[in-house]
């Protein structure tokens, strides 16, 4: 049975899935005070963070238009996948769906199934790989949505920011807190909720004494590594991400380890230095 896996361009894909046809990405669009950044093969990190860094705004993301989603299901696969950024942090899921509903109004019925992630970044991927497995296993349509769907459940997600400056630019937190954490170097352990929200776990003076406390909290909440792909993103810290990849695994053994740089979405949310870890 022929499928096609659909990812909003919050998951990075690792290169292999790039080239593969089965995989597309549907790029969300980044806007620096007019300036508009397309999040795809195009996306140059480097000058992204430099635009983020010298405006005293929040970049803005826009996701992709229903019509976009259209076309990316309007393929000759006939199971087709959509994986999208947390519904509860970006409005790439409706899109998603509603695209889903053009394609039935256009084109007549079709196995299209949306997944909201409820989580960002490489959670997103762990899950477009997840769909993957399934479908060579040879499972069914609805089979692969509810063992992808119960995959969604047991995931996690955790991530340490360098900077709290795109917190405070979004409102997220207030410029007094941002001011007293800078100024005492605190950094919070970060976490997603089971709605797929952000809540805060746990903050340490300096960042590797919050990555440290933020494996305690990864370690402390598997159940069978053996099973699970330990998933690492990270913004423009690649050294950073291999500390904390050798600082688990020397505590548990997991079935594979996926470390990859964050595209544009995960760059403007973790912004320089942050590291975003999923199991």
Request: negative net charge; hydrophobic residues 40%.
């Given at each position: 049975m022929?499928?096609?896996?659909?990812?909003?361009?919050?998951?990075?894909?690792?290169?292999?899935?790039k080239?593969?046809?089965?995989?597309?990405?549907?790029?969300l669009?980044?806007?620096?005070?007019?300036?508009?950044?397309?999040?795809d093969?195009?996306f140059?990190?480097?000058?992204?963070?430099?635009?983020?860094?010298?405006?005293?705004?929040c970049?803005k993301s826009?996701c992709?238009?229903?019509?976009?989603?259209?076309?990316?299901y309007?393929?000759?696969?006939e199971?087709?996948?959509a994986?999208?950024?947390?519904?509860?942090?970006?409005?790439?899921?409706?899109?998603?769906?509603l695209?889903?509903?053009?394609?039935e109004?256009?084109?007549?019925?079709?196995?299209?199934?949306?997944?909201n992630?409820r989580?960002?970044s490489?959670?997103?991927?762990?899950?477009?790989?997840k769909?993957?497995e399934?479908?060579?296993?040879?499972?069914?349509?609805?089979?692969?949505?509810?063992?992808?769907?119960?995959?969604?459940?047991a995931q996690?997600?955790y991530?340490?920011l360098?900077?709290?400056?795109?917190?405070?630019?979004?409102?997220?937190?207030?410029?007094?807190?941002?001011?007293?954490?800078?100024?005492?170097n605190?950094?919070?352990?970060?976490?997603s909720?089971?709605?797929?929200?952000?809540?805060q776990?746990?903050?340490?003076?300096?960042?590797?004494?919050?990555?440290?406390?933020?494996?305690?909290?990864?370690v402390?909440?598997?159940?069978?590594?053996g099973?699970?792909?330990?998933?690492?993103s990270?913004?423009?810290c690649?050294?950073?991400?291999?500390?904390?990849?050798?600082?688990i695994l020397?505590?548990?053994?997991?079935?594979?380890?996926?470390?990859l740089?964050t595209?544009?979405?995960?760059?403007?949310?973790?912004?320089?230095?942050?590291?975003?870890?999923?199991?």
């Amino acid at each position: 049975m022929s499928y096609k896996i659909v990812v909003d361009s919050c998951g990075e894909l690792p290169g292999r899935c790039k080239a593969d046809p089965h995989f597309e990405s549907v790029p969300l669009v980044l806007d620096i005070d007019g300036y508009l950044v397309t999040d795809d093969e195009t996306f140059d990190q480097a000058d992204f963070l430099r635009r983020v860094a010298a405006s005293p705004n929040c970049p803005k993301s826009s996701c992709p238009s229903p019509e976009r989603y259209l076309q990316a299901y309007d393929c000759e696969a006939e199971h087709v996948y959509a994986v999208t950024l947390s519904a509860e942090l970006s409005g790439s899921y409706n899109s998603a769906e509603l695209g889903k509903k053009l394609y039935e109004e256009e084109k007549g019925a079709k196995d299209i199934y949306v997944f909201n992630s409820r989580s960002a970044s490489i959670g997103e991927t762990l899950i477009a790989l997840k769909i993957e497995e399934c479908e060579k296993a040879g499972m069914g349509f609805q089979e692969v949505v509810d063992t992808v769907e119960a995959y969604i459940e047991a995931q996690h997600t955790y991530f340490v920011l360098e900077s709290l400056e795109a917190l405070r630019k979004n409102g997220r937190l207030s410029n007094l807190k941002a001011f007293v954490a800078n100024a005492l170097n605190i950094k919070p352990v970060m976490g997603s909720t089971p709605q797929g929200t952000i809540c805060q776990l746990d903050q340490a003076r300096g960042v590797n004494r919050a990555l440290k406390k933020m494996v305690d909290y990864i370690v402390g909440g598997l159940k069978d590594p053996g099973e699970k792909i330990l998933a690492i993103s990270h913004c423009n810290c690649p050294e950073r991400a291999e500390m904390v990849k050798q600082m688990i695994l020397s505590r548990v053994s997991v079935k594979d380890v996926i470390v990859l740089d964050t595209a544009g979405v995960s760059s403007l949310y973790a912004s320089d230095g942050g590291v975003i870890v999923v199991v």
